[in-house]
């Protein structure tokens, strides 16, 4: 494991145990791409790394707390994006597949005011694919 690991941990305020500096590694490792619990489970057995699925849950949602990755939700299925700027996604209804959009990303207006006490963290736009025709 590299040192910076351990300090891009600590600096989400992740205590960097070896699991983590493990998945850590593994995300880094594959690229920009979406990942589910168990896509990320399934590459740590094919590269013989030992982890639980739990551990891997765990993991990767402690990681979204600390912007590590950014947690996409759509329906009652969910992917974590290693890509953490700013952006949006679509949605292949057939496939299940998300894909970040390219470019000059959506914008939302007409906002309406949060509650008193609140403020927007955040808008995700999640635009969904069918085939045309």
């Known amino acids: ?30 690229g920009h791409r979406h990942l ?8 740590a057995l094919t590269s013989g790394v030992r982890l639980s699925l739990a ?15 950014k947690h996409v939700a759509v329906g009652d299925r969910s992917w974590f994006c290693t890509n953490t700027t700013d952006h949006h996604h679509f949605y292949e209804v057939a496939t299940g597949r998300v894909h970040d959009i390219p470019g000059p990303q959506p914008h939302v207006d007409n906002l309406p005011a949060p509650p008193p006490g609140m ?3 955040g808008i995700d736009v999640i635009v969904r694919l069918r085939k045309a025709g």
């Not at 300090?7 to 594959?30: C, F, K, N, S, Y």
């Not at 589910?36 to 590459?43: A, R, V």
């Not at 551990?55 to 990755?69: D, I, K, P, Q, W």
């Open 36 to 43: 589910t619990p168990d896509s990320l489970y399934q590459e």
């Open 1 to 30: 494991m590299h040192c910076n690991d351990e300090a891009v941990l600590r600096a989400a305020q992740i205590r960097p145990t070896r699991q983590r500096l493990t998945i850590l590694r593994l995300i880094r490792d594959g």
């Open 119 to 121: 403020e927007v963290a």
């Open 55 to 69: 551990t891997v849950y765990n993991t990767l949602h402690e990681f979204a707390s600390g912007n590590l990755v």
